[in-house]
């Protein structure tokens, strides 16, 4: 059977009226015609058949009528169902984003205030991805019905996006559809099943008590829209829409534009930040990205990294950032250069090709670098993570593992995936001295990773105490502003410079 859009029903009903009236004009022409020259000629032959003529031309004009009205009101049928059509979804037989902004304009009209309600299905995609489109469609459809039960006759419940729900309410008690939202997500979050079994989706909610008499229907549903990503971004279940999070919006978008131009442009900078040894000698740099905004000031990269990546920039900036890093390198030939990747540019195919063709540009060897990746990363690592980590070693680059300790700081994993060393966050150094059991915690991660061959490294080093404290506990290597901040390609040579001088000074003082 073959379907047929509403337009080209439309396009159809509408020629078949077409071709009626024509033949109707024809044929009432012509009667008229013949009914003129019969009455000009006024042949006496014909005097006695005028008023059957006459009968005739009535009943032919009433016939062609009748034919004309069937035919414009097929066409407005036929418009009225594909109008129809254009508004509801196919899938779960609810309004469209189209037919729910009608709705939200008839709301308008009768109770402005209302609550529209933005319903992101998290792992409906999933559903589909695993286990097809038809048991993907029935889980979609269970849980349309249970949110057009919760609401009775009260609203109106849409399908505004291929995982995306959403719901209007009226009302005007903000308490009231608070709870209406921690049910929705209760709702959602129940198992639907399914034929392959049982399958929990979860939602992520947004909430927009808008009033319609001041706020155009789409207008509020972008808001409760808007909401819901800002949930989504603060990794919560459920958010209200303000004002503020508009603001946040066009700061987001601004800072994206400006950060693809600022990319194009080179405007962004490298720093490097010294690792020492157990001896107090430099080993390494750690590469960190710095983004001089001409009228915003410093951006840190906690901002702009994660900014770069939702904006798929994520790998552009991590080819910058390995691009500029290579090139420095040659200044400070004895020394490691740890370069941050993120779980983008390592989820990619074309990652190795990137890091060969930077070799070849620079002319470096994988030796003189390493690359920190974070914890999260192994954990949910595909076999393209995986495969690109082994092949980054084949080649001779070192994998540090970065904020050890952050995530699931599961030290059993370790030996399950090629690490070279572990850098223990901040958060561990900082209680030294302060908490009891933080000096204990140094030595467990030490003892173990000595005993798998793993190097460590402790981050965030303020203070000479937390240094001494950690050589104590048997981590050897250290980075944080005690040891040197951050600093730009020039500072960082007169910085060796000047170590270079102390450390000859004092060998020569002990000799
Ligand atoms: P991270 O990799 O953990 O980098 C260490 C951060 O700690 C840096 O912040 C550094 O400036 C800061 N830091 C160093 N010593 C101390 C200290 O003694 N005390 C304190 N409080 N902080 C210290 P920064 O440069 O702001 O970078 C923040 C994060 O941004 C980095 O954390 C890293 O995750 C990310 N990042 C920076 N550059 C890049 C890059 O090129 N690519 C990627 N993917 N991420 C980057
Ligand atoms: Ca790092
Ligand atoms: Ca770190």
């Known amino acids: 059977m073959t379907t047929r859009s509403p337009d080209a029903l439309l396009r159809n009903v509408a020629g078949h009226t077409m071709d009626v009236l024509t033949l109707a004009a024809l044929v009432t022409l012509a009667s008229l015609v013949i009914f003129l020259v019969l009455q000009a000629s006024a042949i006496p032959t014909l005097a006695p058949s005028m008023p059957t003529i006459n009968a005739g031309l009535i009943a032919s004009t009433l016939l062609l009528l009748r034919q004309w009205k069937k035919g414009r009101d097929a066409e407005l049928a036929a418009r009225a169902g594909a109008s129809h059509l254009r508004r509801r979804d196919p899938v779960t037989q609810l309004p469209n984003t189209e037919g729910f902004v009608e709705a939200l304009g008839h709301q308008a009209s009768t109770q402005p205030r209302v609550a529209v309600v933005c319903i992101s299905l998290e792992r409906l995609r999933d559903v589909y991805d ?137 405007v962004l900078r490298m720093v490097y930040q010294p690792q020492i040894d157990e001896r107090g000698v430099t080993i390494g740099v750690e590469a960190l990205m710095r983004w001089p905004h001409s009228t915003r000031g410093a951006i840190p990269p906690s901002l702009f990294v994660p900014l770069a990546e939702a904006a798929g920039l994520g790998e552009a900036l991590g ?64 076999t393209t993570v995986l495969g690109n980590l082994e092949q980054l070693r084949k080649l001779g680059f070192q994998i540090a593992l970065d904020d050890f300790g952050t995530g699931y700081s599961s030290l059993s994993y370790l030996g399950q995936f090629p690490i070279d060393k572990i850098k223990i966050d901040r958060s561990f150094v900082t209680p030294l001295g302060v908490r009891e059991d933080a000096a204990s915690i140094i030595r467990a991660i030490s003892d173990l990773s000595g005993a798998i061959g793993v190097k460590v490294l402790a981050e965030g080093v303020e203070t000479r105490a937390q240094l001494d404290m950690l050589r104590a506990e048997g981590c050897n290597q250290a980075q944080g502003y005690f040891v040197a901040p951050p600093m730009a390609r020039a500072q960082i040579l007169q910085h060796f410079g000047q170590v270079e001088t102390t450390v000859r000074e004092r060998r020569l003082r002990a000799a």
């Open 130 to 266: 695993r286990l097809g489109a038809g048991c993907g469609d029935e889980v979609l459809r269970e849980l349309s019905l249970r949110l057009c039960s919760a609401l009775g006759h009260t609203g109106t419940v849409a399908r505004i996006g291929d995982n995306t729900l959403a719901l209007f309410h009226p009302s005007s008690s903000e308490i009231k559809l608070a709870l209406v939202g921690g049910q929705i997500g209760k709702l959602m979050a129940l198992p639907v099943a399914t034929p392959a079994g049982e399958v929990a989706v979860g939602a992520t909610i947004g909430v927009n008590f808008a009033d319609l008499s001041v706020t155009d229907p789409r207008e509020a549903l972008r808001q409760a829209r808007l909401a819901c990503s800002a949930a989504r971004t603060a990794g919560g279940d459920l958010a209200f829409f303000d004002a503020s999070l508009d603001e946040a919006q066009r700061l987001k978008l601004d800072l994206e534009i400006e950060l693809r131009q600022a990319l194009a442009d080179g």
């Open 319 to 382: 080819r910058y950032a390995m691009d500029h890093a290579f090139a420095d390198s040659v200044l400070w030939p004895n020394l490691k250069v740890a370069i941050n990747v993120s779980p983008i540019q390592l989820q990619s195919p074309g990652f190795i090709t990137t890091v060969r063709d930077l070799l070849k540009k620079h002319d470096v060897k994988p030796q003189g670098f390493e690359f920190e990746i974070t914890e999260g990363l192994l954990l949910e690592a595909g």
